[in-house]
């Protein structure tokens, strides 16, 4: 029990702390949460993907191992998603909110504070290979789900093109690849966005969870939180031992794979006319039911 509250206290709760802060912002400054995500999503995240991955000392294969897993568990989840969904007997729109609930998870904004706190900075170099991996999976295969795969193709290549933090990736691969130094008037300004870009996501989070409302199918929400919160992580340990992880790397990818809903499937729900109230009730409840959950299965990890 100690240690559960250890936990708790250390990696959950400074998390909530901010994201509350942000919560009260969006009620004081209805409206703000577009421009700060904008803010997080083309400069801080990129900056962050950037300095962990120049920084780390993980190797290609151990990122390779990370990405595979990333893919895999997401294609699983997807299936599974589409099985379940079948039996609930959900309306059009309703079904494809809960496919992209389903499909991805929270890698950025809640994810990579718990690992830095659970983890330190290399199990932050890890899990940014899994958030640049799944932003370029929701920028496709979420984008193609969401238009019901009509015309999605060229959506689809437009959101590839419009993640930074892909260019950021690409960037840093050329840096270790040719083993060049990253001149210090470059590193001091990506390393300052870098620092800022956690709080700032945590922000993002409590304003978006501000905007929640009371689910109309909440059997149906509740079906997409156990998935979410109890199914991906078995999932993720049985992928983990299949590809061969070991170490921090392993326990990133379970505790990644726990991960609540996605706050950006309210994004695409609303670009593409789906069931935004489904979606926003599944990243609010599976979110504030989270800390359980994740503070037991780090317990697990760490012991």
Do not use: W
């Amino acid at each position: 029990m100690t240690t559960l509250l250890s936990i708790l206290i250390s990696d959950v709760v400074p998390i909530f702390a901010i994201a509350a802060i942000g919560f009260l912002l969006e009620r004081r400054l209805g409206g703000s949460v577009k421009f700060l995500s904008s803010v997080s999503f083309h400069a801080l995240s990129p900056c962050l993907v950037f300095s962990q991955l120049v920084g780390s000392s993980m190797s290609a294969a151990d990122a390779g191992r990370m990405a595979a897993f990333c893919l895999l568990l997401t294609s699983i989840m997807g299936f599974a998603a589409r099985v379940v969904a079948g039996s609930l007997q959900l309306e059009a729109k309703t079904r494809t909110s809960f496919l992209l609930t389903v499909m991805f998870s929270n890698s950025g904004n809640f994810a990579l504070p718990v690992i830095l706190f659970a983890f330190g900075r290399e199990g932050l170099a890890h899990a940014s290979i899994y958030f640049v991996t799944s932003a370029v999976v929701i920028y496709t295969a979420g984008v193609f789900i969401a238009v019901h795969g009509g015309h999605g193709f060229q959506k689809a290549m437009a959101g590839i093109v419009r993640v930074p933090s892909l260019y950021a990736l690409a960037a840093a691969f050329i840096f270790l690849i040719t083993r060049t130094e990253v001149p210090i008037a470059i590193m001091r300004p990506i390393g300052m966005l870098s620092d800022a870009a956690i709080p700032t996501m945590l922000l993002v989070l409590g304003m978006q969870l501000q905007r929640a409302t009371f689910p109309e199918r909440p059997v149906a929400v509740l079906v997409a939180v156990a998935l979410s919160l109890f199914v991906a992580p078995v999932i993720g340990l049985g992928l983990s031992t299949a590809l061969g992880m070991t170490g921090v790397a392993r326990s990133v990818a379970i505790v990644v794979s726990a991960m609540p809903a996605a706050v950006v499937t309210t994004v695409l729900a609303l670009e593409f006319n789906l069931d935004s109230a489904f979606v926003t009730s599944v990243v609010f409840v599976s979110t504030l039911l989270s800390p359980v959950t994740l503070v037991l299965l780090i317990a697990y990890l760490k012991g």
